[in-house]
């Protein structure tokens, strides 16, 4: 059995799935339409607005909970 939880650090999870695709910054501003450097705030401040997740999370293929969620084995 798992249980979810929300985790503190959407930034790491969203710069660990840019990783696993090979998604650089640049390349996700351009997906996103967001600029880079309010891209690169957000993401290492913790601090995504909820706009900019859904389309970070879009842009990389990936359900919006995916980088909410973490699931810990229960």
């Known amino acids: 059995m798992t ?7 959407v930034g790491a999870k969203v710069r ?4 696993r695709q090979r998604v650089t910054m640049v390349e996700l501003s351009r997906r996103t339409g967001v600029a880079r450097s309010t891209l690169a705030n957000q993401i290492n401040l913790d601090t995504l607005t909820v706009y900019n997740l859904v389309a ?4 990389l293929g990936v359900r919006p909970s995916t980088l ?3 699931e ?3």
């Open 3 to 9: 249980t979810e939880i929300l985790t503190s650090d």
């Open 16 to 19: 660990a799935e840019m990783g």
């Open 56 to 59: 970070i999370a879009q842009a």
């Open 68 to 70: 909410l969620i973490d």
């Open 72 to 74: 810990v084995a229960a």
